[in-house]
């Protein structure tokens, strides 16, 4: 779980970018936080499951009428660096450890 201080500043970055948060499937403007970070793990191969390599930090908000899942990154969110304590917490197998 997220702390309430980070999640209010994820949302502060999301109402910041997009004046009206609407649902693109049902138009709608009703949307559940997720609280919780989602971390994709980039494949160069589709055919196998590689973890440690690249990852996608991210955050979802669902929406309340249809379900439609919608992700923003925490990079372009410019988030990153403050949210590396949480990344970490998630991610027990990050790319520094091939190295
Ligand atoms: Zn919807």
Do not use: W
Not at 1 to 18: F, G, L, T, V, Y
Not at 48 to 62: D, N
Request: charge should be negative.
């Amino acid at each position: 779980m997220m702390n309430e201080e980070n999640k209010k500043e994820i949302i502060a970055a999301i109402n910041q970018r997009i004046i009206k948060l609407e649902c693109p499937i049902c138009h709608r403007s009703e949307y559940t936080f997720l609280d919780g970070y989602f971390v994709d793990a980039v494949q160069d191969n589709y055919r196998s499951m590689t973890l440690g390599g690249r990852m996608l930090p991210s955050v979802v908000l669902v929406c309340n009428h249809c379900g439609h899942i919608d992700k923003f990154s925490l990079g372009v969110l410019g988030l990153m660096a403050i949210h590396e304590e949480a990344k970490n917490t998630t991610n027990n197998v990050s790319p520094e450890d091939n190295a």
